[in-house]
């Protein structure tokens, strides 16, 4: 069965600096997608970024990145230049069927 | 607005009563997702919908749970003769397989609150 695990349940990042979020993850698939999802204090969650299992390359989007290791399952999040509006809970997901705890992210100005 | 729209955004009831929440997806997605969300926790997949079919069920928490999309278009959960232990929110979500990205798309949730 699959599994995925956020060993952090709370992070804090000054305003402007970059911050890493770990996932990490268990299946016996090959291919398969990986998402971060971003709950903010009562709204609804949005995605913030996914990466498809066969692609090498790490996905961007503007300021968030990942580090995907497949080998290791480890699929990372980092946030740069951080935002007042990144606070919120991230989510790990494997597909659409097994999300993570979640780790809150709290942004000190 | 066409995001995904969940009603009623919350609902106290008494326990043994039984409870609709409804899920209205974005228009043009066919697969339609339940999930419930305890505090502190992330969503728990409970049941998804491609069009009206309902293709995974064995995850819904006991027989007390029950979904349905009859038109492929929106849907409901029931949960019957409530517990305490039911007390919590309820996500819905939708996909579109035409993209094929994956992303699913949130709704707001459904606040139960069983006393």
């Known amino acids: 069965a699959q599994t995925v695990t956020q060993s952090q349940p709370e992070m804090s990042v000054q305003e402007a600096e970059t911050v890493t979020l770990s996932c990490t993850y268990d299946?016996?698939?090959?291919?398969?997608?990986l998402f971060w999802y971003k709950q903010p204090p009562s709204r609804q969650m949005i995605l913030v970024i996914r990466?498809?299992?066969?692609?090498?390359q790490n996905a961007t989007e503007n300021r968030f990145s990942v580090n995907f290791q497949k080998a290791a399952k480890s699929f990372s999040l980092k946030i740069s230049d951080s935002q007042l509006g990144d606070a919120a809970m991230y989510f790990c997901?494997?597909?659409?069927?097994?999300f993570g705890k979640g780790t809150r992210l709290h942004i000190l100005p | 607005d066409t995001g995904v729209s969940q009603n009623p955004r919350h609902k106290i009831t008494k326990r043994g009563q039984n409870v609709t929440f409804r899920c209205d997806p974005i228009?043009?997605?066919?697969?339609l997702y339940w999930y419930r969300q305890t505090l502190g926790q992330g969503p728990e997949f409970l049941t998804y919908?491609?069009?009206?079919?309902?293709?995974?069920k064995s995850r819904l928490l006991s027989d007390r749970f029950s979904a349905e999309r009859p038109k492929g278009s929106f849907s409901t959960l029931e949960i019957q003769r409530t517990e305490q232990g039911d007390s919590a929110m309820y996500l819905c979500?939708?996909?579109?397989?035409?993209?094929?990205?994956?992303?699913?798309?949130f709704g707001e949730g459904s606040r139960l609150t069983v006393l």
């Open positions: 299946t016996s698939e090959s291919d398969y997608y």
């Open positions: 228009s043009e997605h066919n697969r």
């Open positions: 979500a939708s996909s579109s397989r035409a993209t094929g990205t994956g992303e699913l798309f």
């Open positions: 990466q498809e299992a066969y692609k090498q």
């Open positions: 919908f491609q069009n009206e079919a309902q293709l995974e």
């Open positions: 997901a494997y597909d659409k069927i097994i």
